[in-house]
């Protein structure tokens, strides 16, 4: 799991039939600083998060547990949490 922002939404009207109902949204991940950092993903919101909040993302076979369809999914990354706050020990 890591740290990202939520910077943006995604529709897509043809999609895989694994994906029906989920709502699509645009991260980039976060360093330790909560800068953006690489390049951004698409994942499936499973918690109601919107645009500016930093969120708690699951990558791989992982992801698809987030959702009700554990048969078969083609997530790749699920947004699992939205962060209240954080703490980091500089040692």
Do not use: W
Request: glycine share 10%.
């Amino acid at each position: 799991m890591y740290l990202a922002k939520v910077i943006g939404t995604v529709v897509s009207t043809t999609k895989d039939p694994s994906l029906g109902g989920m709502k699509l949204l645009m991260i980039s991940r976060l360093d330790l600083s909560l800068e953006l950092v690489g390049s951004s993903e698409v994942a499936v919101d499973t918690v109601g998060a919107g645009i500016g909040e930093i969120v708690i993302v699951s990558n791989g076979s992982s992801a698809r547990f987030a959702q009700q369809n554990k048969d078969y999914s083609v997530i790749d990354a699920a947004i699992v949490g939205i962060v209240d706050s954080t703490e980091f020990v500089h040692e």
